[in-house]
């Protein structure tokens, strides 16, 4: 079934630990995303990438980053976990980064950094 | 000024009934407009998109777009309780690039 795979689908994690989360459509959109979703904030974008090779930041980048080596692939990386990232991780890509294409998501990851 | 406004709910509407819920935009550039729905511990899915001012219809969900008054809502004829869930507006972000997101309304359809 074609979509987006997210993984872990939770995970607990202490805090200063180094964490991937990882994520892979099959799609072949060209845009991918990461949003998080914490209660009474809705969703809010990390990072972002338009095609394989470029990515971008979001409205809350500190903390996290992201590569896009290829079409599939858009890892988020939290180089030193802080308790303020415990939160759920939606992955999403588009058809192209214009904004006038729906938005599909994954089905989450959910983090606790204690 | 939060960019996507939405009343957080709960929205609460008898089995059979229309559900009626708005959203507000602060970008009048803004020119894509999606609802997503969102049950409990799952992942925003797709419902509706929509691009010029009018009405679309898809099934039981019509979506409404005023962008002179910056305005979309989304319309849920004869509601089931299956349609409870929380609503998201989204909103293509004035870079061009992802979506604003609406901090969604809560739906409730009781039997």
């Known amino acids: 079934i074609a979509g987006i795979t997210q993984a872990p689908t939770s995970q607990i994690l202490a805090a200063g630990r180094r964490m991937t989360l990882r994520c892979t459509q099959d799609m072949r959109h060209n845009a991918m995303y990461w949003y998080r979703q914490d209660l009474g904030l809705g969703l809010r974008l990390i990072h972002y990438s338009n095609t394989a090779g470029t990515t971008g930041k979001g409205e809350v980048p500190d903390g996290y980053s992201v590569s896009r080596a290829n079409t599939d692939d858009f890892p988020l990386t939290l180089a030193s976990a802080v308790p303020s990232q415990t939160s759920v991780y939606f992955c999403?890509?588009?058809?192209?980064?214009?904004?006038?294409?729906?938005?599909?998501f994954g089905n989450g990851t959910r983090l606790t950094v204690t | 000024q939060k960019e996507v406004e939405q009343n957080s709910g709960p929205l609460s509407v008898p089995e059979g009934a229309i559900a009626s819920l708005n959203c507000t935009y602060s970008?009048?550039?803004?020119?894509?407009f999606f609802w997503y729905r969102q049950y409990s511990g799952k992942s925003p899915e797709l419902i509706m998109s929509?691009?010029?001012?009018g009405d679309k219809e898809d099934g039981r969900f019509t979506a409404q777009l005023n962008k002179a008054s910056q305005y979309v809502s989304l319309l849920i004829r004869d509601s089931q309780p299956s349609d409870s869930a929380t609503y998201l507006c989204a909103v293509n972000r004035i870079a061009g690039y992802a979506l604003n997101f609406g901090k969604g309304t809560s739906l409730l359809v009781t039997p």
């Open positions: 929509i691009y010029s001012n």
């Open positions: 970008d009048r550039v803004s020119q894509s």
């Open positions: 999403a890509s588009s058809a192209s980064g214009n904004g006038n294409s729906p938005l599909h």
